[in-house]
């Protein structure tokens, strides 16, 4: 019963490369979200999305970030032009649709993002 | 927005004794929910409470959800050395919609 997975766990890029970083939700889950954690913070809330629909995208900055969970396939975030103060570790989560677990969200391993 | 406050920000205790953190909100959350984080690793879900004044175990760990709907506490008891990491608490507002506000983390140091 494979838990959220996410790669890769480290990505290294250069200042104005593309950053892509896939998540797949724990099988049956079909809500998926992406935080944000700077080092020694909590996590801060990026985008909720569920198959093919961007619920709450909130936290994104406006600019460069993009996130997609397709009808088949990994959920997607993309940060394009990346700089140094995109570095940091991104994690996405995902939850079941309906029951009393609904609220709770599944964390994946993280990756860790570095820019140059 | 909404801010939950997290305290003590850290915490150095001696193996076997207790511990015990709280989350404070401003506003009221329908559920609450404690995480623990590992170096390097995403986090992990402890314990989830759904209703006011509901009082939840998993092992060691307790946590219970304020009569208030504006605060939750964590417990462990007789910690060990694998209790060190970040807890964070985290709240739900609507049941309908899943955006989870969290907390700023408890850091626990355990000295064996």
């Known amino acids: 019963n494979a838990g959220v997975m996410q790669n890769p766990r480290h990505l290294v890029r250069r200042r104005g490369q593309e950053a892509r970083l896939r998540c797949s939700p724990m099988?049956?889950?079909?809500?998926v979200y992406w935080y944000r954690q700077l080092p020694e913070e909590g996590l801060k809330f990026m985008v909720y999305?569920?198959?093919?629909?961007?619920?709450?995208e909130s936290g994104m900055p406006k600019e460069r970030f993009s996130a997609e969970f397709p009808k088949e396939g990994p959920s997607i975030l993309r940060i394009q032009q990346v700089v140094r103060g995109d570095s940091a570790a991104y994690f996405c989560a995902s939850s079941a649709v309906r029951g009393r677990g609904t609220n709770e969200q599944f964390f994946g391993p993280g990756t860790r993002l570095t820019v140059l | 927005g909404q801010q939950l406050n997290q305290s003590p920000q850290s915490m150095f205790i001696q193996e076997g004794e207790d511990v015990s953190m709280n989350c404070t909100s401003s506003?009221?959350?329908?559920?609450w929910l404690w995480y623990k984080q590992d170096p390097g690793e995403g986090p992990v879900l402890l314990i989830a409470l759904y209703k006011a004044g509901e009082l939840t175990s998993n092992g060691r760990l307790t946590a219970q959800f304020g009569i208030t709907r504006k605060d939750s506490f964590l417990n462990i008891s007789a910690s060990i050395p694998s209790d060190v990491g970040i807890y964070f608490c985290a709240g739900q507002r609507y049941g309908g919609y899943q955006k989870v506000t969290f907390g700023t983390g408890t850091k626990l140091q355990v000295i064996p």
């Open positions: 999305l569920q198959k093919e629909n961007i619920i709450d």
């Open positions: 099988k049956g889950h079909s809500h």
């Open positions: 506003s009221i959350f329908n559920t």
